[in-house]
């Protein structure tokens, strides 16, 4: 439990809204210890769980260890450098291919031409059910000789170079690899098929301190946005998750808890199939079951409290007087040309953080396909609501029909299955493509010709379903929604299109949309540019995690100040309009934060 939670809890009342929000607020506090308080021997076993290479096929153990897919054999084959837990180069990086454009034309369209097209290109892009996303991981290691076939021919037109780990071998190799899309283009009877992809890769954090981060709470994060909202120029916010809870971790912010990543890390990276996590599947092996569980909740709670209890990163000035000089004189101009709003110094009680655990929009050269999550909304009572209802849907988010999320991001569906029937049994309409498009302008789709546009612009989602909600509820449609203003006569005119109706069914009943009336809430959507939008890094350790941003794409710290973009393009210029032994004592401060 957090201490601003318990604090809160000395005052009666505050403490029966506490009791009616304790389930949905619960994620905040996942590692129930504090880093500092974990036992040696806990420790011990979760650094040898963390080192373990795991093997793949042990049919003594009743799984399959690696499964068919993994990036690599251990968490410490990535991260490990300036120290176990550290982080990882470029030949490390985590892969994925996401899809640009596709148009397909010859022919009637369907969701199966659609589909047929797209598997072709690569197998993946298609699940068991039938539905087609845009983004898709690719594991470095395993797979059956089919999958490497078509691993290899992706890989071939990036025109980069990769080392034997799967990554690219360095900063430059990431930056040519982002140069230089994946074109594909194949005839399928009388269809004309063409797709333009790109590679996303993620470079490995270093986990120091991640303990720390792991405790820092909601309303610090949410104080920290609010400051920010004064500001001119920046505008951070904290990821919403599907469950409510606020992010802290991973480049785009999107997994809440220190557990939860592991957990996450597990699966994603290692192949290991864990309780809640399935470990990624080889698409040309559809039929393949993992016997068992690789790796069990207990397990992955020792290797959490493992990483939680590394140290946190520390501050070493240089020796020699001068450079000291310099390296303080850096951190002033650090904080006076804006570069500490977003690299917050001290965070609760991460000190010498240097982050504010927000997303930023970091402009168009920073895109990535597996989105942040995804959206402001800001919920809103239009009659009298019970207290209780209102907490309990502040801290759910409402979700829309994403197929799938990791920590890199989200997978957007663009085109099949996904069919919603809500609670009263009325069918919502089909999602037929990606959310991050605004439908018409991005999307046409003509009996004879379908054209997927990755859009400049990220812009409004259309429609939301509750996910992981406590209670039943249902988003109406454009249809029941102008019922619930004809019927009930409460409804809230919108003029942005922007606004969602959203009734609490809790009590269900038949008649909901006539008798309910006090629950309405209007939920608001602000789009945001959820593609660009990154976590900033914490700058603590930062000299010994070379190479920078978000893909590794930056060797050395100028560099990677040099790409700031978006939000940070002022403080950016303000930067290169430093004299030169100004910018260099930024470095040299920058050069004081290292790995513990
Ligand atoms: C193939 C390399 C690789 C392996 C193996 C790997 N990781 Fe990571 N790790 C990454 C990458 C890449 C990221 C950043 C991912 C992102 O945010 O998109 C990351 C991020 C993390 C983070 C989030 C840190 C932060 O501050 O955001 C945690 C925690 C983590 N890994 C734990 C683990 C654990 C535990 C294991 C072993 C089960 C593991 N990792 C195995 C590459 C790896
Ligand atoms: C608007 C918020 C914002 C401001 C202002 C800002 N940064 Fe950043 N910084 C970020 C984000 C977000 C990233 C990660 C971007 C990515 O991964 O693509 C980042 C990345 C970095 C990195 C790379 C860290 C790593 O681990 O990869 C360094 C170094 C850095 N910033 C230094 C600075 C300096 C110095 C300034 C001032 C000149 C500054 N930043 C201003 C948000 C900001």
Redesign the pocket.
């Known amino acids: 439990m957090t201490r601003s939670l318990l604090k809160q809890l000395k005052s009666p009342t505050i403490f029966a809204i506490f009791v009616l929000l304790v389930t949905s607020m619960s994620n905040e506090c996942v590692l129930a210890v504090e880093p500092n308080t974990i036992d040696p021997q806990t420790i011990q076993q979760g650094r040898a769980l963390f080192e373990r290479e795991w093997q793949s096929r042990n049919p003594n153990l009743g799984n399959d260890g690696l499964g068919p897919l993994h990036n690599a054999k251990s968490c410490a084959a990535c991260h490990h450098q300036g120290g176990l837990g550290g ?1 990882g180069d470029a030949r490390f990086n985590a892969k994925s291919i996401g899809i640009e454009k596709m148009q397909i034309s010859g022919g009637p369209i369907n969701d199966n031409v659609i589909a047929t097209s797209i598997r072709g290109f690569h197998p993946g892009f298609v699940d068991s059910m039938g539905t087609v996303v845009n983004t898709l991981a690719i594991s470095h290691h395993g797979g059956t000789p089919v999958y490497r076939s078509y691993r290899d021919s992706l890989m071939k037109n990036v025109t980069a170079e990769f080392s034997e780990a799967g990554g690219p071998t360095n900063a430059a190799e990431v930056r040519r690899a982002n140069a230089n899309p994946i074109v594909y283009t194949a005839k399928s009877g009388n269809y004309d098929i063409s797709i333009r992809a790109r590679m996303f890769q993620r ?1 490995t ?2 986990l120091f301190g991640s303990g720390l981060i792991d405790q820092v709470t909601n309303k610090e994060l949410k104080a920290l946005a609010k400051q920010q909202e004064k500001h001119p ?2 505008s ?1 916010r904290p990821a919403t998750l599907p469950d409510g809870s606020l992010g802290r971790f991973g ?1 785009r912010g999107n997994v809440s808890s220190l557990l939860d990543f592991c957990d996450q890390a597990c699966a994603a990276e290692v192949g290991l199939e864990t309780e809640r996590k399935p470990q990624p599947e080889d698409p040309t092996l559809p039929a393949y079951k993992n016997p068992d569980k690789d790796i069990s909740d207990d397990q992955i709670k020792t290797m959490a409290a493992f990483v939680a209890a590394l140290p946190a990163p520390i501050r070493k000035l240089p020796e020699d007087s001068e450079a000291r000089q310099a390296a303080r004189h850096g951190e002033q101009l ?1 904080a006076s ?7 917050v110094p001290n965070v609760g009680d991460a000190q010498g953080l240097y982050s ?1 655990l927000l ?4 402009g168009y050269e ?1 895109i990535d396909l597996n989105p942040a999550d995804p959206y402001i909304y800001k919920v809103l009572a239009l009659t009298k609501v019970e207290r209780s209802v209102i907490s309990s849907l502040e801290t759910t988010t409402i979700y829309e029909d994403a197929v799938s999320s990791t920590y890199y991001g989200r997978t957007s569906v663009m085109s099949g299955t996904s069919k919603v029937t809500n609670v009263t049994g009325r069918g919502l309409e089909s999602v037929d493509f990606s959310p991050v498009t605004r439908g018409e302008s991005n999307i046409r789709c003509s009996p004879f010709s379908y054209s997927f546009d990755f859009p400049q612009q990220p812009n409004t989602i259309r429609r939301f379903i509750p996910t992981g909600s406590r209670t039943t509820r249902k988003v109406e449609n454009e249809n029941s929604r102008a019922r619930v203003k004809n019927e009930a006569g409460t409804g809230i005119r919108t003029a942005s299109g922007n606004d969602f109706y959203y009734t609490d069914t809790t009590k269900a009943r038949k008649d909901v949309f006539l008798t309910r009336q006090t629950n309405y809430l209007r939920i608001h959507i602000e789009p945001t540019n959820y593609m660009q ?7 603590w350790g ?1 000299k010994d ?10 060797d050395t ?1 100028l560099e ?2 040099s ?2 973009d ?3 393009a ?3 210029d ?2 290169l309009n430093l004299s030169h032994s100004d910018r260099s004592a ?2 040299k401060f ?1 050069e004081t934060l290292v790995a513990p």
């Open positions: 982080s470079n954090t270093p120029e920046i951070g480049w650090f040309i804006g570069c500490a709003i977003c690299h504010d997303l930023h929009d970091m920073s939008e990154w976590r900033t890094p914490p700058l930062v995690s070379a190479p920078y941003m978000h893909d590794g794409r930056a710290l990677a100040v790409m700031h978006g939000e940070s002022g403080t950016r303000r930067f930024i470095i920058m």
